[in-house]
């Protein structure tokens, strides 16, 4: 009976690192990016574990010449640099070919406009007015003010509990899975105790 084949090896390596992502969306990212890569290695004769930095950045630059927007060449490189990194820690691979290449500067301003002090105090207003007896309506007036009061995301707000808030801090699950701490202003604690 014969060893694992190398592509079990980095198939298996790669899915646990996939899996380790929280987001089902960047789940699905890693993967797309990561087998659009990999027909470009095939296509190209390369194998996947002997690529060097200059193989991504021909790689890079194809994309850009097949008019790929550079936040989508960006997030590839990132793609290809995160997976082979997982391949080193689960020493398949010894070094990662990817973090010699050079990163994509992308313009990183939200296209979404902020919600700004009169728009959150307009949203409060209304949320204040609907929020007499009405579980739900009160549930998103202290969304809102979580949002604006702590700045985390929506996605990180939602995985708050009760327990996540002690002595005036709150701690829980950010983006990149990292836990982060951080102080509730008095006035919001004040609406959470209410």
Known sequence: MGGVSETTKIDAALEAFWASLESIHSRRGYRHDWAAYLLWVELDGLDVLKVKPS???RYITRMRDAKKSKPTRARALSVIRANYGALVRDEILENN???EVKNLKVDTAPKTPWLNEEAARKLLSILQTAATGDWRARRDRLLLLLFVGIGWRR?????????NFQHGEVTGIVKGAKTATAIVPAWLQKEIES
């Not at 996605?155 to 327990?163: F, I, L, N, Y």
Request: proline fraction near 7%; avoid cysteine; aromatic fraction near 0%.
């Open 55 to 57: 193989d991504i950045q």
């Open 97 to 99: 070919p990817a973090r």
């Open 155 to 163: 996605s990180e707000v939602a995985r708050m509990r009760v327990e």
